[in-house]
């Protein structure tokens, strides 16, 4: 790769000595093109801030002024306030922090302030800065001629700053240095004039240009868009390139279906498959039969009848003589996988195996001979059934149930080893947006399940506070009386593990002993031994326990139609994305479902809580998660550090910047996939350069 002055480290720009180079890089800037993509968070302009001499009483306003003079003032209470008075052509203000006198330390006079809160009446007008940035310190204000320069018809620009490395360093740093950066943006520049031209974006020296410098609010937008299109198509381009190797590169296995166990299957079924199901299992029949390798996400609602579909897929492996493998997240959740799949088998006379960690040593040693022999066609486990290498006679198909993880890591791994090529069929029950479907999955193909099996009565989700659990009691009383069944869930949180787990046996003890007593109340967690907790899943599931508190989440996954309360304590201390899988434990039977959220949580957690309660469209719930949480979090839990994958796109804005990066991508890999062509020769150079250490990093390279 030529080497540009942006990969220079940061110290050689002006003004950054060895201290100030260090603290760039404890905040991830360390050469000057990661100065260069340190964008503003914030833009102010005339439209948002407001001349000091307009200030008015009863205004929530942002202004900017310099200081004129400063001071601590107490008060007969005993409260110290710093006050300043702020200056511009129009007039002046005071301005005041009551309980921040420190500010006096870090404030001086002559300094050029942005500040932002509610204008008072206190002996005079009054602004109460709730936010307060220095822009410009006094030295560099005079010499650039203040606030009137500073308002010149400027946009203020305010960047992610810290502790060590304030605005009005990072701004004196980028006044200095921010013409030769943009002078060297289109270094990185791979999209030729035309390129740029067909796809309506700028280049990157007027891209950063825009983000740095508008003229006006507007062109930073625009700017936004540009390297959320870059962000957006490299990581579909590495997807692409794993998608080909996965599937085109080496054939997979062009499965042969006789129908001898997919006719007697669906023969026994107490139900017929629903049109998203059969729709599926012909996409996936089509993929398998066809010697390219399958590399497929089957997405749906907990509840939309995946295990059934996958059921189906072994067989068809199984009926082409080879073996397949269902991975599960958990344990509980392998063993609950094939408690049910031998259940829906038994009339067809199919065996299913189940290798857990915990098994004995010999039944574990039985059960891997029958894989490596090849008498056993269909196994249930974890992930260290991959992972392990564990020898497989002929691996034909691997379904990964990944419930709402995105383990992209796990699924490489797969995809890499060399010794199997099975097909590949992912199982997910978040409801994902199609955008982050195509973001995150965007190496595999897919099939949605987008339709719930008939004859389900949506659950009613209620929301209620820590006093009111009475009424709620009564209600599970009510339902345990009418014969059927409710679940009691305590969140787990890793750092106090402890403290909840007793918070939830103390809960589960008073629940037993006093709420309900009478009822036979169960009590599952993480910690009980496997044995345990297969026992009292087991007497849940037949029916001989009526009230099961559990701490455990994802580990409730257990298929019980009889029940009918989720009753769920310190809900907001669940995402939403978490709620729905819970919620979607209850009301799988003809009965009704009630989800109940028990929250003593201020009002911000409410109101979240209260948008999940309005819907039961697990789409709707998965975007109402994403915009709380941000996307960070999707990427699995490697994310940290303030470089995310994305930092530009944003998901749920960009859908169109997505799928077009997506077409290019895949195009761009059909037609030269190792970009060895000399046009693609700047493609190849930011992939292998800046971004493949980036994806990489989160496992998606
Ligand atoms: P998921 O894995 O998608 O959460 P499951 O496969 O566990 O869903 O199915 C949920 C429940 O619905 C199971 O009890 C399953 O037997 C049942 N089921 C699956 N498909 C159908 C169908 N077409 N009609 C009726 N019930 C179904
Ligand atoms: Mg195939």
Redesign the pocket.
């Known amino acids: 790769m030529s080497y540009s002055q942006l990969d220079r480290p940061v110290q050689f720009l002006k003004g950054v000595g060895p201290k100030r180079a260090e603290a760039f890089v404890r905040m991830g800037i360390l050469t000057a093109r990661d100065l260069l993509y340190h964008v503003p968070r914030r833009y102010d302009d005339a439209s948002t801030v407001t001349p000091i001499g307009r200030l008015d009483i009863g205004m929530d306003a942002t202004a900017v002024g310099r200081v004129r003079s400063k001071g601590v003032i107490p008060t007969r209470r005993g409260l110290r306030i710093f006050q300043a008075v702020l200056e511009d052509d129009s007039g002046m203000i005071t301005a005041a922090w009551p309980g921040q006198p420190w500010l006096d330390r870090k404030l001086r006079e002559g300094d050029v302030l942005l500040v932002t809160g509610p204008v008072k009446f206190f002996h005079g007008r009054q602004i109460q800065p709730r936010e307060v940035t220095v822009v410009a310190r006094a030295s560099e204000a005079e010499a650039e001629g203040g606030v009137e320069a500073e308002q010149r018809g400027r946009i203020y620009v305010t960047y992610p700053a810290s502790e060590e490395l304030p605005q009005w360093v990072l701004r004196s740093v980028f006044e200095r240095n921010l013409d030769a950066l943009l002078g060297w943006a289109d270094d990185d520049e791979y999209l030729g004039r035309e390129g740029l031209a067909r796809r309506g974006l700028p280049s990157l020296s007027q891209a950063l240009t825009r983000l740095h410098r508008p003229e006006r609010i507007q062109q930073a937008e625009e700017g936004r868009r540009r390297l959320a299109f870059d962000e957006l198509f490299f990581l579909q381009l590495v997807q692409a390139q794993a998608r080909r190797r996965a599937t085109e590169l080496e054939p997979g296995i062009a499965h042969v279906r006789t129908n001898e166990l997919i006719r007697p299957l669906h023969e026994a079924l107490p139900?017929?498959?629903?049109g998203a199901?059969t729709r599926a299992l012909r996409e996936i029949y089509a993929d398998m039969t066809a010697p390219a390798r399958m590399n497929r996400l089957l997405q749906?609602?907990?509840?939309?009848?995946?295990?059934?579909v996958a059921l189906f897929a072994m067989l068809l492996a199984a009926e082409g003589g080879h073996q397949s493998a269902l991975m599960a997240p958990t344990e509980i959740l392998a063993e609950q996988h094939a408690r049910?799949m031998r259940e829906l088998l038994g009339p067809v006379g199919v065996e299913i195996a189940l290798v857990t960690g915990s098994m004995t040593a010999p039944a574990r040693r039985a059960a891997l001979e029958g894989l490596a022999s090849g008498a056993t066609k269909l196994v249930v486990g974890t992930h260290a059934l991959i992972q392990e290498g564990i020898a497989f006679r002929s691996l034909g198909l691997v379904v990964v149930d990944e419930q709402h993880r995105f383990g992209v890591r796990q699924r490489m791994a797969l995809l890499e080893r060399k010794d199997v090529r099975p097909d590949v069929l992912v199982m997910s029950?978040t409801p994902i947006p199609r955008s982050l479907a195509l973001a995150l999955y965007g190496d595999l193909d897919l099939s949605v399940?987008d339709e719930l099996?008939?004859g389900r009565t949506p659950v009613e989700t209620q929301l209620c506070r820590r006093d009111d659990r009475k009424r709620i009691y009564e209600l599970v009383r009510r339902e345990v009386e009418a014969g059927r069944q409710a679940y009691v869930v305590y969140p787990l949180v890793a750092e106090s593990e402890k403290v909840d787990l007793l918070a939830a046996t103390d809960e589960f003890e008073r629940l037993r002993d006093d709420v309900f007593a009478g009822r036979r109340v169960g009590l599952l967690h993480g910690q009980l031994a496997t044995a345990d907790k297969d026992r009292v899943m087991r007497a849940f599931v037949a029916g001989e326990i009526d009230v099961l508190v559990t701490t455990t989440v994802i580990e409730v996954g257990i298929?019980v139609?009889n029940a009918s309360v989720m009753l769920v304590e310190h809900a907001e201390r669940f995402g939403l994305a978490q709620l729905h899988q819970l919620r979607?434990r209850v009301g799988?039977g003809k009965d009704k479902g009630y989800c109940i959220l028990v929250a003593d949580a201020g009002d911000a957690a409410y109101e979240r809580l209260d948008t999940f309660r309005k819907t039961t469209d697990g789409f709707e719930v998965a975007k109402a998660d994403l915009r709380i949480r941000g996307q960070g979090d999707l990427f699995g839990s490697q994310q940290h550090g303030t470089d995310p994958v994305l930092r530009f796109a944003d998901l749920l804005t960009d859908e169109d910047l997505l799928v077009e990066a997506q077409r290019e991508a895949r195009a761009l890999i059909a037609a030269d996939p190792e970009l060895v062509n000399a046009e693609h020769v700047r493609v190849l150079a930011q992939l292998t350069g800046r971004y493949r250490e980036r994806l990489e990093m989160y496992g998606v390279g």
């Open positions: 139900f017929a498959l629903t199901q749906g609602d907990v509840g939309s009848g995946k295990t059934v049910r029950a399940l099996p008939p298929d139609a979607g799988r």
